[in-house]
């Protein structure tokens, strides 16, 4: 199964190989928290950037390890690039940008980022 998110204009799409969340991490870090973020985290090679690689900016903040992208028409970051605890790539998908994704079905874990 698989599912599929984009930014608001649609210009940056994407596909996670991969069943739909039934949990998402909600952290209160000042990026995260400012911007509302519910992540969940995907090896990279279940993700695939099917368009808008050229309307993608990118931001990075306190360690710079996580390259936060976004899109430089509409704002909405889909996702962020970044490895895992045992090194490993993985991507950070925002479920706010999966159009099918029931939000109030989730149950959030919550990170305390802001003391990291």
């Known amino acids: 199964m698989a599912y599929e998110g984009s930014c608001h204009c649609g210009a940056v799409r994407f596909t996670v190989d991969g069943d739909m ?12 928290r400012r911007k509302g973020f519910l992540l969940t985290f995907v ?21 710079k390890r996580i390259a936060h992208k976004f899109c430089r028409v509409c704002g909405v970051q889909g996702y962020a690039e ?8 993985m991507r950070m998908v925002n479920l706010r940008s999966v159009p099918d994704c029931d939000l109030d079905s989730l149950t959030i874990r919550k990170v305390d980022g802001a003391s990291r």
């Open 82 to 89: 970044g490895t895992g605890p045992d090194g490993s790539e």
């Open 43 to 63: 090896p990279a090679d279940k993700f695939t950037l099917d368009s808008g690689a050229d309307e993608l900016s990118e931001y990075r903040f306190n360690t």
């Open 21 to 32: 969340p039934t949990e998402a991490m909600s952290c209160n870090c000042s990026h995260c």
